[in-house]
């Protein structure tokens, strides 16, 4: 069965492309279309797809970042990124990604793309080293132009709490809120942890999880399974957090 993962946080951009690889690729047969970075590393390490569409840029976790992941997960998936940014698509292609497509996307250099994937090997994958050297790059130049977010409130009845992002250990996903923990405490943040973690310093927190971001400083060690699942043991607290299979490539690149 062939199958491809599209990721695009836009979801007219993600049905359009999806419409337009149905024409390009007759033979496809499974489309799996993912709204951030985070469901498309799920997505790739669950179904191991014989390609993957990613965009550069996305809330949170870029195309980048998924790219890195999935050469852990399934290194036989071959990697398009698609972008509206040319310098990085370029910068992305000569480091060794298969190929990469500029927004808004033409017909005719899709298809070549379909082409070039069928003929590519399958082990072919973009290297994970200079993957994670984009990561920085581009986490470098978004924060250039977006100064990352350093405060946060948290309503609690007539008091509004005032929390420095930097005093935060660990936030988590609590249907569509997110709680934010402290070493004083619990605070809940009417912001969903997908829209949060785009305007968190990619240097200071990293996604462990769908439902979880973590300060990298407040790290103490990270444990390893058999299964590749992972769990962080946080400095000075008794609990430990959950890494997922698919996010532990993640820290590879730090």
């Not at 793309?113 to 993957?131: C, G, S, Y």
């Not at 407040?218 to 609990?239: H, P, Q, T, W, Y």
């Amino acid at each position: 069965m062939i199958k491809v993962v599209i990721a695009e946080d836009e979801a007219l951009l993600r049905h359009a492309l999806k419409h337009a690889l149905d024409e390009a690729w007759p033979e496809l047969e499974m489309v799996i279309e993912c709204e951030d970075g985070a469901e498309a590393i799920e997505a790739i390490a669950q179904y191991r797809p014989d390609a993957a569409f990613l965009d550069i840029r996305m809330p949170g976790l870029s195309g980048l970042d998924v790219a890195a992941a999935a050469a852990a997960s399934s290194p036989e998936t071959r990697v398009v990124f698609t972008t509206a940014y040319d310098q990085y698509a370029i910068a992305a292609f000569e480091r060794g990604a298969i190929d990469y497509l500029l927004k808004p996307i033409q017909t005719e250099r899709l298809a070549a793309a379909v082409q070039r994937i069928k003929a590519r090997a399958p082990q072919t994958h973009p290297d994970a080293a200079a993957l994670a050297d984009l990561v920085r790059e581009l986490a470098r130049e978004r924060m250039g132009r977006d100064a990352p977010l350093t405060w946060i409130t948290a309503n609690g009845g007539r008091e509004t709490r005032l929390i420095m992002v930097d005093d935060v250990l660990y936030f988590h996903a609590d249907n569509k809120y997110t709680v934010a923990v402290t070493a004083e405490g619990e605070a809940l943040l009417r912001k969903p942890l997908r829209e949060l973690l785009a305007t968190l310093d990619p240097q200071a927190f990293r996604q462990i999880h769908r439902s979880t971001i973590v300060n990298l400083k407040a790290i103490a060690s990270i444990v390893r399974d058999d299964s590749g699942r992972g769990s962080l043991r946080l400095k000075g607290r008794d609990e430990t957090l959950a890494v997922s299979a698919p996010f532990m490539a993640l820290f590879k690149a730090l």
